[in-house]
Structure formats: structure tokens, C-alpha cells
């Protein structure tokens, strides 16, 4: 299964929202999670289950979708939200577990 | 909170070998099953292995399948990743990443990483 995300780099002003989108190459139903990566530092779980935030992880994120189309939102950017998103789907796990290319979240 | 050490990154020759080890604590590790997960540079993150938490059962990605092994220590909360026969396209950051149960559905908490760098 091929995960594309879109765009590749969004740039947005702190305060505004965001909308990153993840398309898969067949229905993974809502088997779906979504990562934030800062350099250097180790990748976050955010979102599993398409939908459901993980522990600790603030209201502003939430993520939708199922099938093969699904958005991770981010409302009102703090500068500790601009890194690097990546959507994972784990509809064949155990054997199989495949990440998208990545979304650049950059300060406008 | 949970904790994830990686070690044994390197420089190696094309064909070469190495261990990387994954030092966890504070959770409960026999419980969970553990994974390697790479990102090549430039590109985004690649799912390497993953092993269940009693070891008994072991998966590994397209591109590593007979190369790579991975295998766990309970006794000492330990995780390796023995890579063998190594090529230049496996030079990458090594994430060891925790799956949220016995089996894995996804990554719920990961290592820094290590860096392995395969050229002449």
C-alpha cells in the first residue's frame, strides 16, 4: 500500500490553522496514524485509529478520514507544532506497515 | 514516561555488518512488541522489523528480508537489530519504536535514533 501526502511543505502564519492530507493507494478502513517528527529529536505519536488523539496530545490536533482519504488538522499553530507530519497505515500489520513522504510544516 | 536508547550506529563498508541494541525502560517490556523503523536521508521514515514481545514471532520489511535480524533480550530490556551484507542504500537513522501492545498496529513511543552509514 503507497501513503502520499499533501502538499509536501505548507507554510502558515502562528495562530492560523492547518490541513495536511494523506491519500492511500487502497482502503486501509481507519487503520491510519499520524507522527510528528522534529530533527533530531524522536517522532510522535499524535493520532491512531484515524481519529483518536494519544495520550497527552493537546485538543488543537485532530485527524479524520477513512478509506483511503484522511486529514490531520491543526488549529491554531504554536511554534512548537512546525516540523515535519507523516501519515502511517497499519491495515496489514503485522507484516506490513507503510509511511507517507512526509509534510513540512514551515513559519510563513 | 517510557524510555528508548539506541546504540551501535556506525561506519561500515558495503557488505559489512552490524548490531544495533535498543536499551528500554520504564514500562513493562515483555509486554510489548518492539520494531525498527529507518529514515533514509533526505526521505521519509521506512518500517525495517518487528518482533512480539515474547519473541517468538518476527516480520521484517521488503528491502531487508535475509539480511536483517531482529531478536530481544527480556531479561536485560534490550532490542537488536543484526544487519548483515550491508548496502549503501541502508544508510539511515535507526529508530527503535515501540508498538502500543503485543502486537503492533502502530508506534507509540520511539528512540532518538541511530545513525549507520554504509560506504567505502
Known amino acids: 500500500i503507497v501513503m502520499t501526502q499533501s502538499p509536501a511543505t505548507l507554510s502558515v502564519f502562528p495562530g492560523e490553522g492547518a490541513t495536511l492530507s494523506c491519500r492511500a493507494s487502497?482502503?486501509?478502513?481507519?487503520?491510519l496514524a499520524w507522527y510528528q517528527h522534529q530533527p533530531g529529536q524522536a517522532p510522535r505519536l499524535l493520532i491512531y485509529?484515524?481519529?483518536t488523539r494519544a495520550t497527552g496530545i493537546p485538543a488543537r490536533f485532530s485527524g479524520s478520514g477513512s478509506g483511503t482519504e484522511f486529514t490531520l488538522t491543526i488549529s491554531s499553530l504554536q511554534s512548537e507544532d512546525f516540523a515535519v507530519y507523516y501519515c502511517?497505515?497499519?491495515?496489514?500489520?503485522?507484516?506490513?506497515?507503510?509511511f507517507g513522504q512526509g509534510t513540512k510544516l514551515e513559519i510563513k | 514516561d517510557v524510555h528508548l536508547l539506541e546504540s551501535g550506529g556506525g561506519f561500515v563498508q558495503p557488505g559489512g555488518s552490524l548490531r544495533l541494541s535498543c536499551s528500554a525502560s520504564?514500562?513493562?517490556?515483555?509486554?510489548?512488541?518492539m520494531n525498527w523503523v529507518r529514515q533514509t536521508p533526505g526521505k521519509g521514515l521506512e518500517w525495517v522489523s518487528a518482533?512480539?514481545?515474547?519473541?517468538?514471532?518476527?516480520y521484517y520489511g521488503d528491502s531487508v528480508k535475509g539480511r536483517f535480524t531482529i531478536s530481544r533480550d527480556n531479561s536485560k530490556n534490550t532490542l537488536f537489530l543484526h544487519m548483515n551484507n550491508l548496502r549503501a542504500e541502508d544508510t539511515a537513522v535507526y529508530f527503535c519504536?515501540?508498538?502500543?501492545?503485543?502486537?503492533?498496529?502502530?508506534?507509540?513511543?520511539w528512540g532518538q535514533g541511530t545513525l549507520v552509514t554504509v560506504s567505502s
Open positions: 520504564k514500562f513493562t517490556f515483555n509486554s510489548y512488541a
Open positions: 519504536a515501540k508498538g502500543q501492545g503485543a502486537a503492533t498496529r502502530y508506534f507509540d513511543d
Open positions: 502511517q497505515q497499519y491495515d496489514n500489520w503485522p507484516h506490513e506497515y507503510t
Open positions: 485509529a484515524a481519529s
Open positions: 518482533i512480539s514481545g515474547d519473541g517468538g514471532h518476527t
Open positions: 487502497q482502503s486501509v478502513g481507519t487503520n
